[in-house]
């Protein structure tokens, strides 16, 4: 897949909203399925987001559901997480991840499932 590259990071206040970015610069983007993940410091890699090659199914961590989602454009060779809400506990270092979908179940939630990932972007949130 190449290297993915996250951008949209940066400093938000509590409440506020984020939009990241992860863009894939190899061709056939559309058949890989897609991932978002965080690290806060100290704490494991923590799965919160998996999308279909289509982007017709999306999965949310219980954890982020309903303030966060995961979106692609195929066309533009990028995947979105759109984040509102934002609390300080959102700070991390947040990770786009690809594999290559070859059919069945496309809910990929582990890291293990992701072979292919990019060097992550800070989001702080402050109180």
């Known amino acids: 897949q190449g290297q993915l590259v996250e951008s949209g990071g940066g400093l938000v206040q509590a409440g506020g909203s984020l939009t990241l970015s992860c863009t894939a610069p190899?061709?056939?983007?559309?058949?890989?399925?897609m991932g978002w993940f965080r690290q806060a410091p100290g704490k494991e890699r923590e799965f919160l987001a998996a999308?279909?090659?289509?982007?017709?199914?999306?999965y949310h961590a219980e954890s982020v559901k309903g303030r966060f989602a995961c979106s692609r454009d195929n066309a533009k060779n990028t995947l979105y997480l759109q984040m509102s809400s934002l609390k300080p506990e959102d700070t991390a270092v947040y990770f786009c991840?690809?594999?290559?979908?070859?059919?069945?179940?496309?809910?990929?939630?582990?890291?293990?499932?992701?072979?292919?990932w990019g060097q992550g972007t800070q989001v702080t949130v402050s109180p």
């Open positions: 991840a690809a594999r290559r979908f070859f059919g069945g179940s496309d809910r990929y939630t582990q890291q293990s499932d992701y072979p292919f």
């Open positions: 190899a061709s056939a983007f559309e058949i890989y399925a």
């Open positions: 999308i279909s090659t289509s982007g017709d199914r999306v």
